[in-house]
């Protein structure tokens, strides 16, 4: 299933998160697949993001979709096709 529009996502992440970087190689991944607008927040960048998020990490959020650790490839690839068949 491909979308035209592009698909807004969210990640939450901080340096030296070994579990952010395998989320960082699956939106990769799935961005190869679905057309994705990524965007990447340090949440050590803003005192008010790192309150929310520091004990949550990795976290994605797109299309009102908020996941949080332990995030899979299944998940976040069954939340795009939500998202996609929303959009059409």
């Known amino acids: 299933m491909n979308t035209t529009a592009p698909i807004p996502v969210t990640f939450y992440t901080k340096p030296g ?5 395998d989320v960082a190689e699956e939106l990769e ?12 927040v340090d949440i050590a960048s803003d005192f008010e993001i790192h ?3 520091w004990d949550k990490i990795p976290v994605v959020v797109m299309g009102g979709h908020t996941l949080t650790a ?9 939340a795009i096709v939500r998202i996609a068949q929303q959009m059409v």
Request: glycine content about 0%.
């Open 70 to 78: 332990p995030i899979t490839l299944d998940l976040m690839r069954a």
């Open 51 to 53: 309150h929310k998020y």
């Open 29 to 40: 991944v799935l961005s190869e697949q679905w057309p994705l607008e990524i965007t990447t």
């Open 17 to 21: 998160c070994h579990l952010c970087e």
